[in-house]
């Protein structure tokens, strides 16, 4: 198995925002990999620098040192492989939700008419036919989350990134998008990189689940192979003994971690 995506050694830093202050190194020293096909979720403390690692592996972000890989070649400025679904809807409210799903398509050049059949294709895939002519504030919360999820994959990407999709959504919503996902991810097995301080979450979505320890110098403790059958439903899964022995063996990784971070944050 080919890999898709990979940090080697990246380390990000940010500059000082005055003089009595030392520069932030918020990722130090990270390598972790992404197979071709296989779906990885980051688990790590509110704070910790997923985020950053995820836009690294976007291009919109330089690695201070180290490099990162897209099958196989040094990234060298936007990913072009990848789509990238961010925690905030990025839905232009002056847009249908058709408008909004082939976007992507249209600025890429494709042609209207394709566009519009891609389109068509994608609004039936998420469930949307009936919302096309809808502008965002019209839709719900995981309506709104649909279409991302759509605008993101229409372009085809060999890699999905995905940051914190779902944390806005309360819990039954979430369960909804979280299988609508492994259900569109199950036909065309994308490289996944999916960040999310849920733990249970990344356990019900993942084949493997890396775990970043406590900021500043953010770096991989540890990384779980997630060995429930597939296909899933993340709330039956969940209920399995495999799942609660999986849930306690990262947790007590995780928790000392969790707890540094809150640390941080009440000093």
């Keep these: 198995m080919s890999v898709a995506l990979r940090f080697e050694q990246v380390s990000v830093s940010f500059p000082p925002r005055n003089r009595s202050e030392a520069s932030w190194r918020a990722v130090a020293n990270t390598t972790l990999s992404v197979d071709e096909g296989e779906f990885v979720s980051v688990v790590g403390p509110t704070g910790c620098g997923k985020s950053t690692l995820l836009n690294v592996a976007a291009g919109l972000l330089a690695p201070s040192s180290g490099e990162v890989r897209v099958f196989g070649e040094p990234l060298m400025s936007l990913n072009r492989h990848a789509g990238y679904m961010f925690q905030a809807d990025a839905l232009l409210p002056w847009k249908t939700t058709a408008e909004n799903i082939g976007l992507g ?7 209207a008419r394709e566009t519009a059949e891609q389109t068509r294709h994608w609004l039936a895939k998420v469930g949307l036919t009936h919302a096309a002519e809808r502008y965002p504030h019209q839709l719900s919360g995981g309506m709104k ?4 999820m759509a605008q993101a994959l229409i372009v085809n990407p060999k890699i999905l990134l995905m940051d914190e999709p779902f ?3 309360d819990v039954q919503t979430r369960q909804l998008m979280e299988n609508e996902l492994l259900a569109l991810w199950q036909n065309d097995r994308k490289s996944v990189l999916f960040i999310t301080h849920d733990l249970e979450e990344a356990i019900s979505l993942s084949d493997r689940v890396i775990v970043l320890s406590a900021g500043p110098d953010t770096h991989p403790i540890g990384e779980f192979l997630i060995d429930l059958q597939r296909p899933r439903d993340v709330a039956e899964i969940r209920l399995t003994p495999r799942f609660v022995e999986l849930h306690e063996h990262i947790w007590r990784v995780l928790r000392g971690e969790v707890l ?6 009440v000093s």
């Design 105 to 111: 398509l249209m600025l890429a050049g494709v042609p």
């Design 260 to 265: 540094k971070g809150y640390a941080q944050t």
């Design 167 to 169: 944390s806005a959504l």
């Design 145 to 148: 989350k649909r279409v991302g």
